[in-house]
């Protein structure tokens, strides 16, 4: 594991676009199935990472709560599963219904996405927001909470809710973003991007 933060992906870019397999359902799904939201979240995650291990049951009462506010909610999983067999997609079914996620789990094979996002670790968080035909704007990239592995706080999804809050109401984000810090991406050998720094 190297202990990686996220990257910067500027504040007021693009979502960029994805299609790509649910591999519980067997369905793809893609940026476009959002498009009627008000904002939308969008995890980069894996099964493996004990920095994600630690929050999925937080995770799952937020995004349940705030998807009862009108947030539309997609994880993705990048990890190469060769090195990482525990990520492989029928893992990754095997969490959505331990955990009951109600919000698509994607298998980003490729690792484009991934790039796409300037992911660099698990977890990583990005809040767009939506208004009208315009595009998903970036709000919020930053850190689920202060909880870590190596620390005795309780994840409770602090920082996440409220930039959600800011967001669902038509709010700027207008607290300081802290990174993420978790497991950085298993990038398969020789697909690492540029900003990698492994």
Not at 146 to 153: E, T, Y
Not at 172 to 182: A, E, R, Y
Request: aromatic share 10%.
């Amino acid at each position: 594991m190297v202990l990686t933060e996220s990257m910067e992906l500027e504040v007021g870019s693009r979502a960029p676009p994805f299609e790509l397999v649910e591999p519980l359902t067997g369905q793809t799904v893609s940026l476009q199935d959002f498009e009627g939201a008000p904002a939308l979240l969008v995890m980069f995650i894996c099964n493996h990472c004990p920095f994600v291990k630690m929050l999925k049951e937080e995770i799952k009462r937020v995004t349940d709560e705030y998807m009862g506010q009108g947030l539309s909610v997609v994880a993705i999983s990048s990890n190469c599963v060769e090195t990482k067999p525990l990520d492989s997609p029928e893992e990754m079914k095997k969490d959505c219904v331990e955990y009951g996620y109600n919000f698509p789990y994607l298998y980003d094979e490729t690792q484009e996405v991934a790039k796409a996002y300037k992911a660099a670790c698990t977890p990583e968080f990005f809040v767009f927001s939506k208004s009208g035909r315009r595009p998903f704007q970036l709000e919020y990239h930053g850190q689920f909470d202060d909880a870590r592995p190596s620390n005795d706080i309780k994840p409770t999804g602090a920082d996440l809710r409220k930039a959600l809050d800011h967001v669902l109401s038509g709010r700027k984000v207008d607290f300081m973003q802290k990174p993420s810090i978790g497991c950085n991406i298993k990038w398969k050998p020789g697909n690492e991007p540029e900003y990698f720094q492994g």
